[in-house]
């Protein structure tokens, strides 16, 4: 069964803070994903990543970075962060293969961060 | 465009009855379509995909129909089970693609 991780299941951090949010997957998955998830807005995709050192812009990637040093792991980092970045967050990932990508996005269980 | 709220679209269905949950996408281009389902505390977990040149496809105890000239989706749940009580999302992709955009959700309960 494929495993995606995520660092923490809640977090408190005050504005301003900087903030790391780890994902971890098991299965030598390709790419990787950042969503958050807030009510009434579904998914949205921050960053995404393909390989290692390799990243995409998603919709919404103003106020966050990413980093992606090894293929196992990808880090969504709040640079300062503010209260409108409260939300879930969502790692996923999903092989490169001759499957389609998105079929096999496997989702981690989510970190809720609660900026004050 | 977004829909902006603070309330899942429910969706209340006895249990044994069938469940359909419709889900209308915005990009003409899109040609692959997944719906996932999201557990209390959970991620979401992929049910069932479609692809545009086809309009029904099934999988066990679940159906997904698409509508290409009117950019609609559904999700049929035969015989629903308290287990299936979830939020559903549907998402479109443009095949080789590697971004998803999903929907907002909608909310399944299920009444014992």
């Known amino acids: 069964d494929v495993k995606v991780t995520q660092s923490s299941r809640y977090l408190v951090k005050r504005t301003g803070e900087k903030v790391f949010l780890e994902c971890v997957q098991d299965?030598?998955?390709?790419?990787m994903f950042w969503y958050r998830q807030d009510p009434g807005l579904g998914l949205r995709l921050i960053y995404f990543s393909y390989d290692v050192k390799m990243k995409e812009k998603g919709d919404i990637p103003e106020g966050y970075s990413v980093s992606r040093e090894k293929k196992e792991r990808f880090s969504l980092i709040l640079e300062s962060a503010s209260t409108n970045q409260t939300s879930m967050y969502l790692c996923?990932?999903?092989?490169?293969?001759?499957?389609?990508?998105?079929?096999?996005?496997?989702f981690g269980p989510g970190t809720r961060l609660l900026v004050l | 465009g977004e829909s902006v709220g603070l309330h899942l679209p429910t969706l209340s269905v006895q249990e044994g009855d069938n469940s359909i949950i419709n889900c209308a996408y915005s990009?003409?281009?899109?040609?692959?379509f997944i719906w996932y389902k999201q557990e209390s505390g959970k991620g979401p977990q992929f049910i069932i995909d479609?692809?545009?040149?086809?309009d029904k496809r099934q999988g066990q105890r679940v159906t997904v129909l698409l509508n290409k000239t009117v950019k609609h989706l559904s999700l049929q749940i035969a015989a629903t089970q308290p287990g299936d009580s979830a939020v559903y999302f549907c998402?479109?992709?443009?095949?080789?693609?590697?971004?998803?955009?999903f929907g907002i959700g909608t909310k399944l309960q299920v009444i014992p």
């Open positions: 998402a479109e992709n443009i095949w080789g693609y590697q971004k998803v955009t």
């Open positions: 996923a990932s999903s092989p490169l293969g001759q499957g389609h990508p998105s079929e096999t996005q496997y």
């Open positions: 990009n003409s281009a899109s040609d692959y």
């Open positions: 299965m030598d998955h390709e790419n």
């Open positions: 479609i692809r545009s040149n086809m």
